[in-house]
């Protein structure tokens, strides 16, 4: 089993940026890929961001490319959201997701661990 726990969600104002953490703890995730993703109130869970297990390989949802950046430290067991220039329609509640496997994806069904989640909200 993989524990996940986000941290680092806050209140920020549009234009602001916050830096998502996430930690696992248990079986090591250092072989698995990592991503971000997000639910808004009524909608569905979509995908932010997403690393491969060693890194250098990186998918981004079209929303948040150019403002939002990936990243791990294995030797942590940690993946990074570095969010900026931040808008309100970013509001959500933003999920870690561990995936057995080294590549990454951007379906939430291919993801087997998942953290509590951490609120953002964005005030404009």
């Known amino acids: 089993q993989v524990q996940l726990v986000e941290s680092g969600g806050g209140l920020v104002q549009a234009g602001g940026s916050l830096r998502l953490s996430c930690v696992a703890s248990g079986r090591t995730t250092s072989r698995s890929a990592m991503g971000w993703f997000r639910q808004a109130p009524g909608k569905e869970r979509e995908f932010v961001a997403a690393i491969k297990w060693g890194g250098g390989v990186t998918y981004y949802a079209d929303s948040v490319k150019d403002r939002f950046t990936i990243s791990r430290d294995n030797a942590k067991n940690a993946v990074y959201l570095q969010m900026n220039s931040l808008q309100p329609e970013d509001t959500a509640v933003y999920y870690c997701?561990?995936?057995?496997?080294?590549?990454?994806?951007?379906?939430?069904?291919?993801?087997?661990?998942w953290g509590q989640g951490t609120q953002v909200t964005v005030s404009s």
């Open positions: 997701a561990a995936r057995s496997l080294p590549l990454p994806s951007m379906e939430k069904t291919e993801y087997n661990y």
